[in-house]
Structures are given as structure tokens and as C-alpha cells.
């Protein structure tokens, strides 16, 4: 069980504000974080993984300030930083490095219990068959699989995915949102995934935390979510089939993305 706790978290670049006055609470959920482009959706997640610091508000889990090089925290990013020519093991098992001296690494003198890990994250985002294979060989989807593994590997509390599924087409992008989400339930941790594709975050969303122009404009469990809150959110675009989605009245999740309304 591990609780994020944000609060009041203000960021400023000079006279831009990326984050105004921002708090919530998250614990063991799977939580999406929605906006348009440069809502502040990155700036929260690099205050949250300290990347950058807040201006002003703190970011706590389970009640310690999240300093340092907070191995507890898990990042994925949309491009994966993958070691291209190495195997997908051996790029897993880097995600055990904060654990590791620079030394033992070089020698790649991983204990068992690290190796292992690895294994077993890389059979939770199915690709266990596939370990030996050198990252630049595999698709998109799966070298992201691969990030997701790693990212197990540390062994972290929190996840953070900053648009883990932007450069993939629909389907490897569902695909690697049900491993993420998968991934999050097998090792119990509490995860924040940015998307700007709305239907597939409806579709894996528990929660739904909604930034526009730095500020919090809603923070609604599954099922509160509303194409009303939709359009607040995202002004001018309309969402193909997400209203009959939301409403339960198709199984299909929507295939198409946002469109813009022809004025
Ligand atoms: N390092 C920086 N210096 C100056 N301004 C910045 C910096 N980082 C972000 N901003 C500004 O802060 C605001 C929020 O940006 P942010 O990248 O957090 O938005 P976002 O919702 O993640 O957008 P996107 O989906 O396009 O990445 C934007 O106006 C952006 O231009």
C-alpha cells in the first residue's frame, strides 16, 4: 500500500505557470492524468518524480518527502531510453542499477534476486519467450513492454508513465496498456499514466485526474467520468465514440482518437 500525496503544488517558469496550486491523493489505484498538450501534465510528473522541484507545495509518499534519486518511483516515458543493442533482459535488469554499485554493473555482477526479477517482470509484460532478443530487433509495443518491465525491476511503490502509448498505433497501444495495467495489480503499486488518447484511457482508467492550464480541473472515479467533462477539458475536439462507450452501451472500446469539430 503506498500513498502519493500531493499538495498545493505550484510551478512557474518565469512568468509562465505550468501547475497552480494542484493537490490530490492517491493510493493503489490506477490513475489517469488527463489534459490538453501543455496543460502541465509532464510538469506533474517530473515535480512527482523530482526531475524538477515544485515552486512551492510538497509531494510526500506515504508520508516522506520524495527526495533524492527515489528508487521507490518507477518511470516509463514515451520514448523508452532503451539500450537498443543489448537484450531485453539485460535492458530489464537495469531498472535493479539504483540498487547496484557502478562498479557491479559494469561487471554486470547482478545478484540472483535481481536476475530473477527481471525474469519475472519480463513474464508479466509477456515477453519471458522473447528475453534474449536484442531490444532494436523488436516493434514499438514491445520494446515500451520491455520499459514497463524495467521500470518493475526497481521494485518501485509509485509508477509514473508519461504518455507510455503516444508514438504507438491503437492496437499496440491497448495492447501495452493492459500489460501496464496488469503489471500495476501483479506488484501492487500505486500508478499515474498521462495520455492524451481519451478513449483508451477510458477504457484502463480507475480514476481520471483532469489539468487544464496548470490547474485541477476534476479528479472523478470510473464511471464519473463524463463526455461533459470531456469537453471541459478539451474545449473544441469531440471524442468518436466515446459518449456510447462511457455509457456502456457498446463493448467495443472506441478505435478512433479525438477529432477536431469542423467550425
Ligand atoms: N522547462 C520549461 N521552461 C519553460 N516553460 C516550460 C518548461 N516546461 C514546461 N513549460 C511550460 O509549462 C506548460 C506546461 O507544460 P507541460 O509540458 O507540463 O504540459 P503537458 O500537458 O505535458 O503537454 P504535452 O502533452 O505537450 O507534453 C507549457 O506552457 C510549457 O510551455
Redesign the pocket.
Known amino acids: 500500500m503506498s500513498t502519493l500525496t500531493v499538495e498545493n503544488v505550484t510551478k512557474t ?2 512568468d ?1 505557470t ?1 501547475l497552480e496550486d494542484v493537490s490530490f491523493e492517491i493510493e493503489d489505484e490506477f490513475v489517469v492524468l488527463l ?10 510528473l517530473r515535480c512527482i518524480n523530482g526531475l524538477t522541484e515544485p515552486t512551492t507545495g510538497t509531494v510526500t509518499l506515504d508520508g516522506e518527502p520524495l527526495a533524492g534519486s527515489r528508487p521507490s518511483v518507477g518511470m516509463i516515458f514515451q520514448q523508452h531510453n532503451l539500450v537498443e543493442g543489448v537484450s531485453a533482459y539485460l535492458n530489464a535488469l537495469t531498472g535493479s542499477l539504483e540498487r547496484t554499485s557502478l562498479l557491479e554493473s559494469i561487471f554486470q555482477w547482478h545478484d540472483r534476486a535481481d536476475k530473477r526479477r527481471a525474469l519475472e517482470a519480463l513474464e508479466t509484460v509477456g515477453l519471458l519467450d522473447e528475453a534474449h532478443q536484442r531490444v532494436s530487433q523488436m516493434s514499438g509495443g514491445q520494446q515500451q513492454r520491455v520499459g514497463i518491465a524495467r521500470a518493475l525491476v526497481q521494485d518501485p511503490s509509485l509508477v509514473l508513465a508519461d ?1 507510455p502509448v503516444a508514438s504507438l498505433d491503437p492496437g499496440s497501444a491497448e495492447d501495452v496498456m493492459g500489460y501496464l495495467k496488469k503489471a500495476a495489480t501483479v506488484h501492487e503499486v500505486t500508478a499515474l499514466v ?1 495520455l ?1 488518447q481519451v478513449n483508451i484511457a477510458a477504457h484502463f482508467g480507475e480514476r481520471f485526474i483532469g ?1 487544464r492550464d ?1 490547474q485541477l480541473l476534476f479528479d472523478v472515479q470510473q464511471g464519473e467520468l463524463t463526455p461533459a467533462l470531456i469537453d471541459e477539458l478539451y474545449g473544441d475536439v469531440e471524442t468518436v465514440g466515446l459518449a456510447e462507450y462511457l455509457a456502456r452501451d457498446s463493448d467495443e472500446p472506441p478505435t478512433q482518437q479525438r477529432r477536431r469539430v469542423e467550425a
Not at 489534459?35 to 506533474?44: D, F, Q
Open positions: 517558469y518565469g509562465v505550468a489534459g490538453e498538450s501543455g496543460a502541465g501534465k509532464s510538469t506533474l504518455e498521462s492524451h489539468l496548470g
